[in-house]
């Protein structure tokens, strides 16, 4: 039986209160009794060498998240976690910085290979990585991490493996490639990491996890982190996790991310144009804008820059080169709009990203999450804005009710709709407005109950 702790705090930790419940897992029920309550005064309090602590201070963290100060002493302790919290609360240092002081403490031994963290994307991986790198620039010796996914060359990174490396971050399939390219092997792993576990699952990869986990020793560590776990992750976490200790920090008043949530009415063929309005009567510093294919993205994108907007588009049939280049130009403030896809809606962390908008609307309300996750992070205020057509104001009807919110529709002077549904628009897949779903089961709907089945089995 593993233990369930859900966490209450202010945000950063100044001197809030943190709250520990424990609860029977797996579990959909209140806690039932306090077991902790006590005033996290510093990173020092949670077991971490002074070489770690100087990182930390280095990146200008004042003080632990609620998820850091409830995972970081549990990971130390040798506990499977099953950790949930919002987006921009600290997920990754949450588990690298005990993954770095179990390499110190010397539990590695001889392995090489002492934790593989499994990421979703691959710009995932590579921000994964170096934040790993970041943390670790002050220990008395190198860590090598190797940072492997695919969209490039395999070469290189089978190269970079020569020696073994310290921490592995990968996307599945291109792990597999190695192992089955004799460039490495998982028989020495002592910690597995899957991060943003519901997306692995969402994307397809449970058949990868699956024989993944038997290339591990069978003693190890299991560490899951994201922002949600659906029923897959729940059975997969049960199948896998030994006595987990489950760390969720609740959305309260206190900690919530400072969002402003908008819904605009307007009709499909005026949203590019309305776009460039938003964008220029605001003066939006940068700007996410979400759609729902790489057509679109693209479209978007070049409309955007005829009219005068620097604007980049990031899909996932992109080469890897173009879409780290494109992300990288966006992050140092480059380009002042970038247009993408679903790649880009898990785990990217974009620094003070004012705006966020949903050009298309997302296929569910988790997606409507974590696309509005990228803006109000660390203690940022932000603005999230969503296109409503009347095509697809029933399909925002039916995510406002997953996330128990009603929005008011607003209309923007010169760009009032006029337009009216279509037959059975609510009922329709139409990847222009937004990916509706339909009775009929999509590609993503059959991957979800395979990952489901698998992962139950």
Known sequence: MGRDVSVQSRRPYTGGLIVFFVR?????????????????MSFSSLGLAPCLLRAVSA???????????AAIPAILRGKDVLGSAQTGTGKTAAFALPLLQSLLDGRAGARRSHALILVPTRELAAQ?????????????????????????????????????????VATPGRLLDLVEHHALTLSAISTLVLDEADRLLDLGFADEIGRILDLL?????????????????????????????????EATPLNEPDITQRALAVDVPRRTQLLK???????????????????AAMHVADKLQRNGIKAGALHGEASQGMRSQ???????????????????ARGIDIAQLPVVVNY??????????????????????????????ADTEAHFRLIEKRRNMLLERETIAGFEATGTATPMAHLATDAVNGGVKGRRKSKKDKLREAAARIACA
């Open 24 to 40: 029977p897992f797996p579990s959909n029920s209140s806690a039932t009794s306090i077991v902790f309550l006590g005033l996290p």
């Open 217 to 249: 020793p069978a003693q190890h560590q299991s560490l899951f982190f994201s922002a949600t776990f659906p029923a897959a992750v729940h059975a997969l976490a049960t199948r896998m996790l030994r006595e987990p200790i489950r760390i969720e920090v």
């Open 59 to 69: 990146s200008a963290y004042l003080a632990p998240t609620a998820i850091q100060a």
């Open 326 to 344: 494109v992300l990288a130009d966006f992050k140092a403030g480059l380009l002042q709009v970038l247009v993408a896809t679903d790649v880009a």
């Open 128 to 168: 994964v990585g170096a934040a790993i790198v970041h943390y670790a620039r002050f220990m008395p010796a190198p860590v090598k991490v190797a940072v492997l996914s695919g969209g490039v060359s395999i070469n290189p990174q089978m190269m970079g493996l020569r020696g073994g490396a310290d921490i592995l």
């Open 277 to 295: 309005h938003l964008i220029l009567e605001n003066q939006w510093s940068r700007v996410l804008v979400f759609v729902a294919t790489k057509y």
């Open 360 to 389: 298309d609307l997302p296929r569910s309300a988790l997606d409507y999450t974590h696309r509005i996750g990228r803006t109000g992070r660390a203690g940022e205020s932000g603005i999230a804005i969503s296109f409503i057509s």
